[in-house]
C-alpha cells in the first residue's frame, strides 16, 4: 500500500502516467484508485467518474469492479454498488 505522506506523490504519479497514456488500463486503474483513495471528496468524485469509463469498456475486470463497488459504496452510490458487486459474482 502507499505510506500516508506519499499518498500525494502517489496521486500526481498516477496522474502523470494516466495522461501520458490514458488507454494505459493499469495507469488509469492507478490513478482512479488513488483518487478513490482521497480524503478530497472532488478527488472521489473523479475516481469514480474514472472508474465508470473503465467498467463501460470492459466489464469482466474483477479489480476494476471491486473498486468501482467500493467507491460508489463510499460515495451513497449504492444502486451502483450492488450492480458492480453482481456483475463480480458472474465472474467467479
Known amino acids: 500500500g502507499m505510506a500516508l505522506g506519499d499518498a500525494g506523490t502517489a496521486t500526481e504519479a498516477y ?3 494516466y495522461r501520458l497514456d ?3 488500463r493499469g495507469a488509469a486503474l492507478g490513478y482512479a484508485e488513488a483518487l478513490t483513495r482521497s480524503s478530497d471528496p472532488e478527488d472521489n468524485r ?3 467518474a ?6 463501460s469498456r470492459d466489464h469482466t475486470d474483477i479489480r476494476v469492479l471491486s473498486l468501482y463497488a467500493f467507491s460508489a459504496f ?5 444502486g451502483e454498488a450492488v450492480a ?3 456483475m463480480m459474482l458472474k465472474l467467479l
Not at 50 to 55: E, G, I, K, S
Not at 74 to 78: A, I, L, V
Request: no cysteine; aromatic share 8%; glycine share 14%.
Open 74 to 78: 463510499e460515495q451513497g452510490r449504492f
Open 50 to 55: 474514472l472508474l465508470r469509463r473503465l467498467v
Open 15 to 17: 496522474a502523470q502516467a
Open 84 to 86: 458492480a458487486w453482481e
Open 46 to 48: 473523479r475516481g469514480g
Open 22 to 24: 490514458p488507454e494505459n
